[in-house]
């Protein structure tokens, strides 16, 4: 008997794959940090969004808003001293500043000039430090914490002097 086509029997194999995903490991991404750093410089704050850390972006905006502000407010008072200065110098006796003498809106002027200048630097170290943070964290965030980590006290005498040592040890495997 000759078996027809038909009588053959097509079996299917459904396959089930499972994976633990409390075990697994993110991949390793050595650029990450470096990603982070140049977002962080275009624009600060995108940094440590890459990174998730959302809460330290009002800080940095606070941080360089506030330099800002104060550098406009100096600017404006360096001007305003330097006006009334120059108006001085022209022979004008009708300035904002009556009763101040000459040296002491000079000593004004230098003052608000350097607070000016303190200003902006403070500014850009609030710019710099985003940047820093950026690529600090995003490296932290890639790092391999071991759960086997002890810390303990020790106590020896050091058998010259007679006298004892304290120290504390913390020993960590690497898996």
């Given at each position: 008997?000759?078996q027809?086509?038909?009588?053959?029997?097509?079996?299917?194999?459904?396959?089930?794959?499972?994976?633990?995903t409390?075990t697994q490991k993110?991949?390793?991404d050595?650029?990450?940090?470096?990603?982070?750093a140049f977002?962080?410089?275009?624009?600060?704050?995108?940094g440590?969004?890459?990174n998730?850390?959302?809460w330290?972006?009002?800080?940095?905006?606070?941080?360089?808003?506030?330099?800002?502000?104060?550098?406009?407010?100096?600017?404006?008072?360096?001007n305003?001293?330097r006006?009334?200065?120059?108006?001085?110098?022209?022979?004008?006796?009708d300035?904002?500043?009556q009763?101040?003498?000459?040296?002491?809106?000079i000593?004004a002027?230098?003052?608000?000039?350097?607070?000016r200048?303190?200003?902006?630097?403070?500014?850009?170290m609030?710019?710099m430090?985003?940047?820093?943070d950026?690529?600090?964290?995003?490296?932290?965030?890639?790092?391999?914490?071991?759960?086997?980590?002890?810390?303990?006290?020790s106590?020896?005498?050091?058998?010259?002097?007679?006298?004892?040592?304290?120290?504390?040890s913390l020993?960590?495997?690497l898996?």
């Amino acid at each position: 008997m000759a078996q027809s086509s038909d009588s053959l029997k097509v079996q299917e194999e459904k396959v089930l794959v499972v994976r633990d995903t409390l075990t697994q490991k993110d991949v390793y991404d050595p650029l990450a940090p470096s990603r982070a750093a140049f977002y962080s410089a275009v624009l600060p704050g995108l940094g440590q969004a890459y990174n998730k850390k959302y809460w330290k972006i009002p800080i940095i905006y606070a941080g360089m808003g506030t330099g800002i502000y104060f550098y406009l407010q100096n600017t404006d008072e360096y001007n305003r001293f330097r006006d009334a200065y120059k108006r001085r110098l022209a022979g004008y006796t009708d300035d904002e500043f009556q009763g101040v003498s000459t040296s002491r809106l000079i000593d004004a002027q230098k003052t608000a000039g350097r607070n000016r200048d303190v200003s902006i630097i403070v500014s850009l170290m609030f710019y710099m430090l985003n940047i820093v943070d950026a690529n600090v964290d995003a490296h932290l965030r890639q790092y391999n914490i071991s759960e086997d980590l002890s810390l303990q006290p020790s106590f020896e005498i050091d058998p010259t002097r007679v006298q004892p040592n304290y120290g504390l040890s913390l020993t960590f495997n690497l898996k």
